[in-house]
């Protein structure tokens, strides 16, 4: 069995958990104690591999498919970890898509919703369904992964970006209404990492190349990677870390 760590005792939530920055963030709150439920959409390999690790660990973590896109499968997701683990404490909201990289004026409306639809409002209701859970304990957290371009206004980003900046709203107002029920909200915001996303990104914008083509120029000589930001994630509900909220950390080496 895994020792018992500082998170020991807390059940978590993370969507998209099974691939990328949402592994690593499955990962260190598992290694940390808590038990994880990660949902995913439709890499179920992934998953399955992820949590099979971790169990063989001596960690405890239920793989769910969810799209955080669908209202009625986040609520599915929530009852399934409260149902395997007794509790809900702990909500990363984590999945999201990448946009095309268009300009405004050559963006549709259904680009935009569904953007708006994955990152904003599909986390505004699964806070929903999570919150009567989040309520019922002394402390409980909510993190919500968001990114820089919510700040930097990067051409062709309209709709990650206004998605994005969204969610951001609603993890501020969250923030607001539930201090008084022990709820903390917070919010991480990465820049570049190195992830599938990050590689399609540096592929469709520098002409192909590879993301370790960055390394050299980057802060502290490297990319920033899915661990960095999950090793922010798990600071920010650890048990020391009890008198903040509302806040937004930006993970992306001082760049931005």
Same mark, same amino acid.
């Given at each position: 069995?895994?020792?018992?760590?500082?998170?020991?005792?807390?059940?978590?939530?993370?969507?998209?958990?099974?691939?990328?920055?949402?592994?690593?963030?499955? @990962?260190?709150?598992?290694?940390?104690?808590?038990?994880?439920?990660?949902?995913?959409?439709?890499?179920?390999?992934?998953?399955?591999?992820?949590?099979?690790?971790?169990?063989?660990?001596?960690?405890? *973590?239920?793989? %769910?498919?969810?799209?955080?896109?669908?209202?009625?499968?986040?609520?599915?997701? *929530?009852?399934?970890?409260?149902?395997?683990?007794?509790?809900?404490?702990?909500?990363?909201?984590?999945?999201?898509?990448?946009?095309?990289?268009?300009? %405004?004026?050559?963006?549709?409306?259904?680009?935009?919703?569904?953007?708006?639809?994955?990152?904003?409002?599909?986390?505004?209701?699964?806070?929903?369904?999570?919150?009567?859970?989040?309520?019922?304990?002394?402390?409980?957290?909510?993190? *919500?992964?968001?990114?820089?371009?919510?700040?930097?206004?990067?051409?062709?980003?309209?709709?990650?970006?206004?998605?994005?900046?969204?969610?951001?709203?609603?993890?501020?107002?969250?923030?607001?209404?539930?201090?008084?029920?022990?709820?903390?909200?917070?919010?991480?915001?990465?820049?570049?990492?190195?992830?599938?996303?990050? /590689?399609?990104?540096?592929?469709?914008? /520098?002409?192909?190349?590879?993301?370790?083509?960055?390394?050299?120029?980057?802060?502290?000589? /490297?990319?920033?990677?899915?661990?960095?930001?999950?090793?922010?994630?798990?600071?920010?509900?650890?048990? @020391?870390? @009890?008198?903040?909220?509302?806040? /937004?950390?930006?993970?992306?080496?001082?760049?931005?």
């Amino acid at each position: 069995m895994a020792e018992r760590g500082p998170l020991t005792g807390r059940v978590a939530l993370v969507t998209g958990g099974g691939r990328g920055i949402g592994a690593a963030i499955t @990962a260190e709150l598992a290694r940390a104690g808590a038990a994880v439920a990660l949902t995913y959409r439709r890499d179920r390999a992934a998953a399955e591999e992820l949590a099979g690790t971790l169990t063989g660990e001596g960690a405890a *973590v239920l793989p %769910v498919q969810a799209s955080v896109e669908d209202p009625a499968a986040s609520a599915r997701a *929530v009852e399934a970890a409260v149902a395997e683990f007794g509790g809900l404490d702990l909500l990363v909201s984590n999945a999201g898509i990448a946009s095309r990289g268009l300009p %405004v004026g050559e963006t549709t409306a259904e680009e935009v919703s569904r953007l708006l639809a994955v990152h904003a409002v599909g986390p505004h209701q699964l806070v929903r369904a999570a919150l009567p859970h989040l309520r019922r304990h002394a402390r409980s957290d909510v993190v *919500v992964v968001s990114s820089v371009a919510a700040g930097a206004w990067s051409a062709g980003g309209a709709p990650y970006a206004m998605a994005k900046a969204a969610a951001e709203a609603m993890a501020h107002v969250l923030a607001r209404e539930e201090r008084g029920n022990g709820v903390r909200v917070n919010i991480v915001a990465p820049g570049l990492v190195d992830t599938e996303m990050g /590689r399609r990104l540096v592929r469709a914008t /520098r002409e192909g190349a590879d993301i370790r083509a960055l390394d050299a120029g980057s802060p502290f000589g /490297r990319v920033c990677t899915p661990q960095d930001v999950a090793a922010v994630v798990r600071a920010l509900v650890d048990p @020391a870390c @009890a008198y903040l909220t509302d806040q /937004r950390v930006v993970v992306d080496g001082g760049t931005f």
